[in-house]
């Protein structure tokens, strides 16, 4: 089974701390993915990347940036956290262009 | 580019009788099409995919959809509810598999309640 795993289930940061959040996936795929999921917006695209490296902004990428350095890592950077950033953050990955697995998903409070 | 519609951002049913949730699409490609489901506090999980093959798709749990390149539709459906289907459905589209690596579009969800 595909596992994509998220670092935490819930985080509380303050206003103006930089923040992590970390995905790993297992099965080597190349795609990776980081939306935020916010009730009636669905789920909106901030960042991926299709190789080690390498990023493409998504729909909303302003106050994100992402770092690949390893396949199976894909890490989402808050660098001066908002309070609306505050949301569940979920990371996918893909083989191709193929089914997309989620992990369970961070839900980030910024105060 | 993509876009996906769904037309219900909540539907209620009662146990036992028929889901019908709606999703419409735009896409200058051909799409591949995804329904997920995500239970509370739960990640997303995979229901069942269209990517040009049969247009009647069945999925897991007994939910199935059907694309309707005509009417830029992809339903989804099942013939009886049960209390455990109740959670929040998204449509999703993308261009083709085979046209590249492409992130999925979302729908806004529709949260399905099931009343006993």
């Known amino acids: 089974d595909v596992k994509v795993t998220q670092s935490s289930r819930y985080l509380v940061k303050r206003t103006g701390e930089k923040v992590f959040l970390e995905c790993v996936q297992d099965m080597d795929h190349e795609n990776m993915f980081w939306y935020r999921q916010d009730p009636g917006l669905g789920l909106r695209l901030i960042y991926f990347s299709y190789d080690v490296k390498m990023k493409e902004k998504g729909d909303i990428p302003e106050g994100y940036s992402v770092s690949r350095e390893k396949k199976e890592r894909f890490s989402l950077i808050l660098e001066s956290a908002s309070t609306n950033q505050t949301s569940m953050y979920l990371c996918?990955?893909?083989?191709?262009?193929?089914?997309?697995?989620f992990g369970p998903g961070t839900r980030l409070l910024v105060l | 580019a993509q876009s996906v519609t769904q037309l219900d951002s909540h539907v209620s049913v009662s146990e036992g009788t028929p889901v019908l949730l709606r999703c419409n699409y735009s896409s200058s490609y051909s799409p591949s099409l995804f329904w997920y489901v995500q239970h509370p506090n739960k990640g997303l999980q995979l229901l069942l995919k269209y990517t040009s093959a049969a247009t009647l798709v069945k999925g897991i749990n007994g939910f199935e959809a059907e694309f309707k390149k005509s009417e830029t539709s992809f339903h989804l459906t099942k013939p009886s509810a049960h209390m455990s289907d109740a959670a929040e459905y998204f449509c999703?589209?993308?261009?083709?598999?085979?046209?590249?690596?492409?992130?999925?579009?979302f729908g806004k969800g529709t949260r399905l309640s099931v009343i006993a």
């Open positions: 996918a990955s893909s083989k191709g262009g193929e089914t997309q697995y």
């Open positions: 999703v589209v993308t261009l083709n598999a085979f046209s590249g690596n492409t992130p999925l579009v």
